[in-house]
T-cell receptor
C-alpha cells in the first residue's frame, strides 16, 4: 500500500495566487514527521517545511504553510502568493518513528506550473 | 544551505564497469544516505550510514555497496553497472536518527550504456 500519496501529477496556478498541493499518508506510528521538498528544473532537492505528528500548530515558513489534519492523515502544502520561481516538482515525505525504523518515504511528486 | 557535495555530478559509463560516487559533507552529521530517483518512483533509499564503518541496507540495495571510512565521506559503489542503474543519485544527511530533517546534495546523473 502507498504510504505517501500525492494525487495531483500536475497543477497550474496564476502568479500571485495561492495554491494547495495535496498529500495523504498512512502510518500506524504515533510519532512521525512530515516534510515537503522542492525540486526545481536544476535538479536539487530543497527542504521547505517540517511538521511533527505531535505539533499542535500548523508549520509555517515564509510563504509556505503545512495544513496538517491528523485525523484525515493529510499534510497539504499551501504556497501563498505564487511566484514564477515556484514552478518546480514538489515532494511530500514522511519519516516514521521507531516502529517504522525511522525510514523516510517519498511521494511521487506534484509538478507545479506558475503562469504569468 | 547544508554543506553537501557530490562527485562526479555527471557520469556516463558502460555496462559491466565499476562506478563509485562520492558524497562529502562539512556538517559533521552522523547519518548519511544514498537515494536514487527514477520517474514514477520518487526517491528510494539504497543504503544509509549511522557512523564510521556503520552502514545498513535500504529498499533497493541489490547491486550497490557503500563505505564510510570518515565522518564526512560516504561512497556508493556499483560493482558492475547495469542499464537499470541509470538514474539520478542523491546523497542526504541528517543530524541524528530521529524525526530529523534530511538535507540533500545536488545529485549525480549516471547513464549506463
Amino acid at each position: 500500500a502507498q504510504k505517501i500519496t500525492q494525487t495531483q501529477p500536475g497543477m497550474f496556478v496564476q502568479e500571485k495566487e495561492a495554491v494547495t498541493l495535496d498529500c495523504t499518508y498512512d502510518t500506524s506510528d504515533q510519532s512521525y514527521g512530515l516534510f515537503w521538498y522542492k525540486q526545481p528544473s536544476s535538479g536539487e532537492m530543497i527542504f521547505l517545511i517540517y511538521q511533527g505528528s505531535y505539533d499542535e500548530q500548523n508549520a509555517t515558513e515564509g510563504r509556505y504553510s503545512l495544513n496538517f489534519q491528523k485525523a484525515r492523515k493529510s499534510a497539504n502544502l499551501v504556497i501563498s502568493a505564487s511566484q514564477l520561481g515556484d514552478s518546480a516538482m514538489y515532494f511530500c515525505a514522511m519519516r516514521e518513528g521507531r516502529n517504522g525504523g525511522f525510514k523516510t518515504i517519498f511521494g511521487a511528486g506534484t509538478r507545479l506550473f506558475v503562469k504569468a | 544551505d547544508a554543506g553537501i557535495t557530490q562527485s562526479p555530478r555527471h557520469k556516463v559509463t558502460e555496462t559491466g564497469t565499476p562506478v563509485t560516487l562520492r558524497c562529502h559533507q562539512t556538517e559533521n552529521h552522523r547519518y548519511m544516505y544514498w537515494y536514487r530517483q527514477d520517474p514514477g518512483h520518487g526517491l528510494r533509499l539504497i543504503h544509509y550510514s549511522y557512523g564510521v564503518k556503520d552502514t545498513d541496507k535500504g529498499e533497493v540495495s541489490d547491486g550497490y555497496s557503500v563505505s564510510r571510512s570518515k565522518t564526512e565521506d560516504f561512497l556508493l559503489t556499483l560493482e558492475s553497472a547495469t542499464s537499470s542503474q541509470t538514474s539520478v543519485y542523491f546523497c542526504a544527511i541528517s543530524r541524528d536518527r530521529g524525526l530529523e530533517t534530511q538535507y540533500f546534495g545536488p545529485g549525480t546523473r549516471l547513464l549506463v550504456l
